[in-house]
């Protein structure tokens, strides 16, 4: 018996160590839990340990200048260097007039309705039409034959177009007094049309190969201070001979 017990322990603790399970013996304790790695967030920077790249972007941001930004955005508002300043416009005709003749036709036929009369539609939509597309044509004439535009460079009246280097003088005024006619007054209109356009007046100018001519605008005497304005040649009004240069 007691020959036995070494030899039957040695077995046993064989057994546990080749990793087989004897009839009554526990074997290993498997109940606990495998460690498990999981990605964790490292360390945040204190404040005064923040990356390099981070700290350059915040000075540079902070270091602005408010002044800076408003003068980029007064840069970016004003005109760019092939933008001519207009300083003088007239259109000639505003699209706001085609609308007239729908809108009479319109009063009619409202009038019609409370009037509990016979509504005349197909005479109506048809004068409405026709008023409209002759307005229209009207209006189209107009903006390219009788408008005006004055820029720092250019004059232009109707499709013609005066750049301001060649006017040497803007003439003065005709004296009303005076029975004489100037002489600028018989010159060439600018534009294409024969002459000056109605319910326009004329503005004598003096090129600088001697020639006059005549512009012309429904407001003559805003658009004669803007050209003397532009030129550096303001008038200074009065009779004259029409040979006399603005100095």
């Keep these: 018996m007691t020959g036995d017990q070494p030899e039957s322990a040695h077995a046993e603790s064989g ?5 087989r399970v004897v ?3 526990p074997g ?8 498990v790695v999981t990605d964790q967030p490292g360390p945040e920077h204190p404040p005064g340990d923040r990356p390099e790249p981070e700290r350059a972007a915040e000075d540079r941001q902070e270091s602005r200048d408010p002044e800076s930004d408003r003068v980029e955005s007064d ?9 001519a300043v207009v300083r003088f416009a007239e259109p000639g005709a505003r ?9 009479l036709c319109l009063v009619v036929a409202i009038l019609e309705l409370v009037l509990s009369s016979r509504v005349h539609w197909f005479g109506l939509v048809f004068c409405a039409a026709l008023l409209a597309g002759f307005v229209a044509l009207q209006v189209v004439a107009g903006r390219r034959h009788i408008s005006v535009e004055l820029t720092d460079t250019t004059l232009r009246e109707g499709t013609e177009v005066l750049p301001l280097e060649r006017i040497a003088a803007v003439l003065p005024e005709r004296d009303p007094d005076s029975w004489d006619d100037e002489e600028w007054e018989s010159a060439r209109a600018l534009g294409e049309l024969s002459g000056v356009p109605r319910r ?24 004669r201070a803007e050209l003397g304005a532009t030129l550096g040649r303001p008038a200074t009004g009065g ?4 040979e006399e240069s603005i100095r």
């Design 95 to 103: 699209w706001r007039s085609v609308a007239y003749g729908p809108v």
């Design 200 to 223: 326009r007046k004329s503005i004598g100018l003096r090129l600088q190969d001697g020639g006059l001519v005549q512009a012309w605008a429904r407001d003559h005497r805003r658009l």
């Design 28 to 35: 290993p304790d498997r109940s606990e839990p495998e460690h």
């Design 23 to 25: 009839p009554g013996h």
């Design 239 to 242: 009779s004259g001979d029409g």
């Design 75 to 83: 840069r970016s508002d004003s005109p760019g260097p092939d933008e």
């Design 15 to 19: 057994d546990v160590d080749s990793g």
